[in-house]
T-cell receptor, first 114, second 114 residues
Framework: DADVTQTPRNRITKTGKRIMLECSQT?????MYWYRQDPGLGLRLIYY???????NKGEISDGYSVSRQAQAKFSLSLESAIPNQTALYFC?????????????FGPGTRLLVL | AQTVTQSQPEMSVQEAETVTLSCTYD???????LFWYKQPPSRQMILVIR??????QNATENRFSVNFQKAAKSFSLKISDSQLGDTAMYFC???????????FGGGTRLMVKP
């Protein structure tokens, strides 16, 4: 089984709809992240969480919110989707320990907002 | 803020030959980590290799090795004995010691030709 899973893998929605993307991990990592990737670009950080009670904005948090329901689960919500949120979304995890900053990524969720 | 630059949008190499992908970065920090990630058509983000800035020795992983030049802020990836399965987008990435944000370059699309 994959260590980091994302649901759904693909999603089409309409402008103004609320949607949630979910991420689960079995790696036992305490840190979790949400990124988005636009065509021809690298990933950009939306939100990150270092533990269940910790939520931090990343580079491009406007229009998004997150929830860390448990150590293993981190959800990303688009309260009112707009077409420029069409992108590939990745969840990632990492450990706290020094020397363990490597982030491991889920398979991605492709979102299309019409 | 950190920036990561990959100056080669596309590259190609013949199967079994060697190719080097370039990456430069800008930071004022002394301790940090550098990564190369591979993104094949499946869109999964796969860690290829990592380098700790406090280590002078260049990292190697089988056919993959890096040339880390800290003073020049350069971090190139060498792929030896290229295989068709190496065809992918390659992203260089940087993370600071706090481990809160992975900054990606724009990517290099590598095509391995038979």
């Amino acid at each position: 089984d994959a260590d980091v899973t994302q649901t759904p893998r693909n999603r089409i929605t309409k402008t103004g709809k609320r949607i949630m993307l979910e991420c689960s991990q079995t790696k036992g990592h305490d840190r979790m992240y949400w990124y988005r990737q636009d065509p021809g670009l690298g990933l950009r950080l939306i939100y990150y969480s270092f533990d269940v009670k910790d939520i931090n904005k990343g580079e491009i948090s406007d229009g998004y919110s997150v929830s860390r329901q448990a150590q293993a689960k981190f959800s990303l919500s688009l309260e009112s989707a707009i077409p420029n949120q069409t992108a590939l979304y990745f969840c990632a995890t990492s450990r706290r320990d020094r020397g363990q900053e490597t982030q491991y990524f889920g398979p991605g969720t492709r979102l299309l907002v019409l | 803020a950190q920036t990561v630059t990959q100056s080669q949008p596309e590259m190609s190499v013949q199967e079994a030959e060697t190719v080097t992908l370039s990456c430069t970065y800008d930071t004022s920090e002394n301790n940090y980590y550098l990564f190369w990630y591979k993104q094949p058509p499946s869109r999964q983000m796969i860690l290829v290799i990592r380098q700790e800035a406090y280590k002078q020795q260049n990292a190697t992983e089988n056919r993959f090795s890096v040339n880390f030049q800290k003073a020049a802020k350069s971090f190139s990836l060498k792929i030896s004995d290229s295989q068709l399965g190496d065809t992918a987008m390659y992203f260089c990435a940087f993370i600071n010691n706090a481990g809160n944000m992975l900054t990606f370059g724009g990517g290099t699309r590598l095509m391995v030709k038979p």
